[in-house]
């Protein structure tokens, strides 16, 4: 009745779960949806990632549409991790075989491009599936080729994972040193790369091995430390398989009642994901301490469960091992024929997997049945085959012993031989190096000769050219300087020659109107002042003595406030202002006031006495990624392209006529140029939309 009822549980858990597996489908259909081609493979890809060991079914589901969809975007890469993926989805259902062949499939894709990475996750799926079906030695060819591809790759997680197999797989051949050395090379790979997962990975092993080696006080700290960890990860299956190893440590330590809540953890763990190998290995752990608690029913009930999980998975090793303890489970109760007929099984799946210690324990209890059942000759016979068993056990272990220390030797030779060679051969070496640094440096020495006679040649050519350029470079000053001082004079020579006239007209009593001339020699005093203050300014500049007393300022208080000084002056002259000021509140530069205000003045002035009335004076102003900007333009006339590079130049008018009925120094640009260069902003000129002249002022922004 009991059996029937785990049956009818298992059942209803199953029907459940095909629910969820149904849903979460759906979600990830949701997520797929405006995806194609090469993305819609990535994203399955990803999928068939993250479900293939907590939820087979779901990643066989997308495995299926990733297929179809790498008919219509081929893609070797894809497809390798594709089945890889797949492949280990079909080991957790315990279908070894479809697991193999969709794993040569992905490592056949791999190879066609030549992909190490890819290859060594293809050779683990293999390897794992032959593990899991008994077959020990084929599984460490495929684990070992695994990682030769990822040091290959240079892959060290990879590399991390395959040695963790290795050990797994020398462990399960009870050959605990070589399974310890390959353990801790995995766990020292990881602590560098930082993975705490295969940290814990490799501890729960560790455990494992102590175990087995009879430190029950290292074995159970690195199995609390693993379980520790899996229970704070989304890491359910490593989870369930740390609390599957307790259960069975606790259990041979005989702490049945610790033991008994962490298998049952394990066994519910392993029903949800649907592993169905972890899960008959777990019922026969939860059997085997039934057994010890005496309660003989329940054991077979839980064992007579594992079994057939065990076929479902098509797994040798769990086969042999749970046929096993239930054949004794069995012998308890007296169910002669039973046993007999489980124990005969045990041993049957023991030679055929090679395994001889299971099949010298199956051969010891066939002996005991026989024995019981009052067949002493039969029971004899199986005795001595255990016997025998067991001398093989031991020549095969002294083998294996011998072989071990003939192949290090070998190995110790081969490395003296390759010593001796490698210092043969460095020591070749170094005479060939002597005869060729000999032979490099009569070469450099040579070399060195020709070119100190080069550097000396192009030395006395550079030095006549640097010659050549300052001579070039002083008359150019030198004319500049002249053509400065006559411009310069030439400016002071016209109001000075007005002034000189007016004081002739005063001394001589020529003026009809004193009061007016005086204004007017006023005026003419203060244009000549004007001018030796510009020419100060820009002399101040040359020289770098420009000072500037900057502090970073609200740029839009400031423009705003003297945007309305000018829009007055403006409009007073008969012009029309126009301003478009764009900036955000509490945009704060560095600059000065007075200079830039000074510029900003010196840009409108120029643009009152070049426009004609009625015009049209525009300030607009704006903030971008680097610079704030100003733009100061006017209406007709405008400036000839060619003229405008040159505004810039000190002295330059555009018309000279013109300049000399609105006044001014022609230093007034020059001056705005250089406050601007002490900024360390630009200056610019262009066409005005308005049919005048545009002067645009970039500022650098400044915290």
Known sequence: MQKYLLLLIALLLSLSLHAADEKEISTYEKELSGLSGRDLIIKIKDITTKTRLSKPDVAIHFFNKGIEQLEESPDDKLKSMLYSNVAWAYIIKGEMDKA????????????????????????????????????????????????????????????????????????????????????????????????????????????????????????????????????????????????????????????????????????????????????????????????????????????????SLAYEAKSDIVIRTVTLNLS????????????????????????????????????????????????????????????????????????????????????????????????????????????????????????????????????????????????????????????????????????????QLKVEALQHNLVKDVNASYDSLMTKIGDINKLISDIYALAQSDIGALELNRATNDCEQYLQEWADELCDAVEAKGFQWQQNIELPTNTNVSFDENKIKQVISNLVDNSMAYTDLPGTIALSSSINEQSWQIVIEDSAPGVKDEDLPRIFERLFRVESSRSRATGGSGLGLSICKSIIDAHEGTITSSTSQLGGLAITISLPLKS
């Not at 080729?145 to 240079?154: D, F, M, T, V, W």
């Not at 049945?369 to 029971?379: E, N, R």
């Not at 350029?469 to 400016?491: F, T, Y």
């Open 328 to 499: 004794k489970a069995y012998l308890k109760l007296e169910k002669y024929d039973r046993a007999l007929e489980l124990a005969q099984q045990a041993t049957q799946k023991a030679q055929s997997t090679g395994n001889k210690p299971d099949e010298r324990a199956a051969e010891k209890l066939l002996s005991k049945i026989y024995s019981l059942l009052g067949d002493h000759w039969t029971a004899f016979e199986h005795l001595q085959r255990a016997d025998t068993l067991a001398e093989e056990i031991s020549k095969h272990s002294i083998k294996e012993t011998n072989e071990r220390m003939e192949r290090r030797f070998q190995t110790a030779q081969k490395e003296k031989k390759i010593e001796l060679l490698t210092k043969d051969n460095q020591l070749k070496a170094a005479l060939v190096d002597r005869k060729t640094y000999e032979r490099n440096a009569w070469i450099a020495g040579l070399a060195l000769l020709v070119f100190i006679a080069f550097f000396f040649v192009y030395r006395q050519t550079q030095k006549r050219r640097l010659e050549n350029e300052r001579a070039e470079m002083m008359a150019e000053l030198v004319e500049r300087k002249n053509q400065l001082l006559a411009d310069v004079s030439h400016e002071l020579r016209t109001p000075l020659t007005v002034l």
């Open 100 to 307: 193999i062949e969709l794993s040569n499939i992905a490592l056949k894709a791999a190879k066609t491009i030549n992909d190490h990475k890819r290859m060594s996750s293809a050779e683990t799926a293999i390897g794992s599936a032959y593990y899991y079906k008994g077959d020990t030695t084929t599984a460490l060819i495929h684990y070992k080729r695994s990682l030769n591809h990822s040091e290959q790759a240079n892959d060290l997680q990879n590399v991390a994972k395959s040695l963790h197999n290795i050990a797994a797989i020398h462990l399960a051949l009870t050959e605990h040193q070589e399974a310890l050395k390959y353990f801790l090379k995995s766990r020292e790979i990881n602590l560098k790369l930082n993975k705490p997962s295969a940290i814990a990975s490799s501890e729960m092993n560790l455990g494992e091995l102590y175990q087995t080696l009879g430190n029950i006080e290292k074995s159970e700290a690195y199995f609390i430390s693993a379980y520790n960890f899996f229970k704070t990860s989304d890491n359910k299956w490593s989870f369930a398989k740390i609390n599957s190893l307790l259960g069975l440590f606790y259990s041979r330590q005989n702490q049945y009642n610790k033991a008994i809540p962490y298998t049952n953890a394990a066994i519910q763990l392993f029903t949800e994901i649907g592993d169905k190998v972890q899960l008959a290995d777990t019922y026969r752990a939860k059997g085997f301490i039934l057994s010890n608690l005496e309660e003989t029913n329940q054991s077979i009930d839980v064992f007579e469960k594992a079994l």
